[in-house]
């Protein structure tokens, strides 16, 4: 790793005659590019500023059903006022293929999944059946309800990492 040549370097410069190093004094090996992939464990030379927002779409803070919340406005879990949907898809975390929701159907969503349009909130399947052809909703959503929004992690020109931090998992 590269760590091992960080310290090598350090100690063949300790070893070069004529380099005094006065008692305290630290040796700082100059900087060097890696692939982020090999940088764990390694101090980060310079602040990294995004250049992009993160996350870069609307998506699923939970598993669920996207929901256009209202739709679901009725749904109450006390009473006898559940709201079923039809479940027009299933979107994964990672799915690249934009989906859209009509009024009244839902969607089934895993963490991290990329929200349809028209979509607005995620309905926690706690407050469903689980159906996979009709979902039963026992509980209303507000809007924004379970979603993490573009940027809420980051804002382009936010600092990601500061001068110094250990990059690590």
Sequence with gaps: GHRRTVV???QHA?????????????????????AIS???GLMCAEEVVTERPLPGFDQAAIDGYAVRSVDVIG???GGDSDVTLPVVSTIAAGERTPTRLQPRQA????????MPTLADAVLPLR????????????????SGDYVRRVGDDVQPG?????SGSIIGP
């Design 8 to 10: 090598e370097q350090r």
């Design 14 to 34: 300790r070893a070069v005659p004529g380099h005094a190093i006065r008692k305290g004094e630290h040796l700082r090996p100059a900087p060097v590019r890696v």
């Design 38 to 40: 090999e940088a764990q």
């Design 75 to 77: 749904a109450d879990s």
């Design 107 to 114: 969607a089934r969503v895993q963490t991290g999944a990329p």
């Design 127 to 142: 407050w469903t059946d689980g159906g996979e052809q009709k979902v039963k909703i026992g509980h209303a959503v507000e």
């Design 158 to 162: 936010d600092v990601a990492v500061r």
